[in-house]
């Protein structure tokens, strides 16, 4: 078809692109047409309504089969994302928390930045109708937005695609080199990031700090929103979930040394079970 040179090479990298509940195949065809003509190939789906595999998305993707072909469906967005290191929300709705919010150009710089150091990327789109829930966004490191009309804000999600997908080609094009680098450390995964959080739960859950109960789920929200503010490394995490674990173990009545060892195991039998009853 015009503009498609099958003799050039494929360009086929970068973030992954996730799409929460689309509804129609032909707008994920659309997306995976926005997503070749800018170089990015990797699709995610959350429980599309109509289900996969679609041939109405593979008509309106326009020969972008690589893309449709690559696609993967998920149950869960918390599956999707499992494996990124890095993850951004993209929304048109100010949001309450604590996220920093940035433009497709600085975002892109940023995922640019990252995909070069080896780092795992994505950009989540919510659904046709009403986009992403507060739940789904704090779940991203960080928000992106575009500049748009205030009073006509709403785009389709192969518009929102297109947009991020152009401003990430762009910044393919420049070479920015450093005259060193800082330490080599390993980005947390969000399973990673996700599993130290629920250690932090169960620990706050012990300690009574969810109070009043029906708080607790808005309280989550806010720590999540703080705790994946700082793209932690695995090396970070593991330091944070020691400092957890002495919260277990330890108390100013009962301090380290003062029955250690029993107490820790009692603490962890009380989590994981008993190890010896085999």
């Known amino acids: 078809m015009a503009g498609t040179d099958r003799e050039k090479q494929l360009i086929a990298e970068g973030p992954a692109i996730i799409l929460v509940e689309p509804q129609l ?9 926005a997503m070749a003509n ?5 699709l995610r789906l959350v429980n599309p309504r109509d289900g996969w595999p679609s041939e109405k998305a593979r008509a309106a993707a326009s020969k972008a089969d690589h893309v449709i072909d690559g696609v993967v469906v998920f149950d869960t967005l918390e599956d999707a994302v499992a494996d990124l290191n890095f993850l951004y929300a993209t929304t048109a709705r100010e949001r309450d928390g604590f996220k920093p919010v940035r433009g497709p150009e600085a975002a892109n710089r940023t995922l640019r930045a990252r995909h070069a150091a080896g780092e795992r990327t994505g950009i989540l789109f919510g659904r046709e109708r009403f986009g992403l829930s507060n739940e789904e966004v704090a779940l991203a490191d960080e928000i992106v937005t575009f500049p748009v009309n205030p009073a006509f804000a709403s785009l389709n999600i192969a518009q929102a695609v297109l947009l991020m997908s152009y401003e990430w080609m762009k910044t393919g094009f420049e070479a920015e080199q450093t005259p060193f680098a800082g330490p080599e450390l390993t980005p947390a995964s969000k399973e ?5 959080i629920g250690h932090l739960e169960a620990a706050l859950d012990a300690r009574g700090y969810f109070r009043p109960a029906a708080k607790k789920p808005k309280m989550l929200d806010n720590l ?10 695995q090396e970070e995490i593991k330091l944070l979930r020691g400092v957890i674990s002495s919260l277990d173990y330890f108390s100013p009545k009962t301090p380290r040394g003062a029955g250690y060892p029993e107490r820790k195991a009692k603490a962890d039998r009380d989590t994981h079970g008993d190890a010896d009853d085999t």
């Not at 195949?25 to 047409?33: D, L, Q, S």
């Not at 999540?224 to 490394?233: C, D, N």
């Open 192 to 196: 990673y990031l996700n599993g130290m």
């Open 224 to 233: 999540r929103a703080v705790l994946t503010r700082p793209a932690f490394t």
């Open 38 to 42: 800018f170089g990015l190939s990797e």
């Open 25 to 33: 195949g032909e707008n994920i065809g659309m997306v995976a047409r």
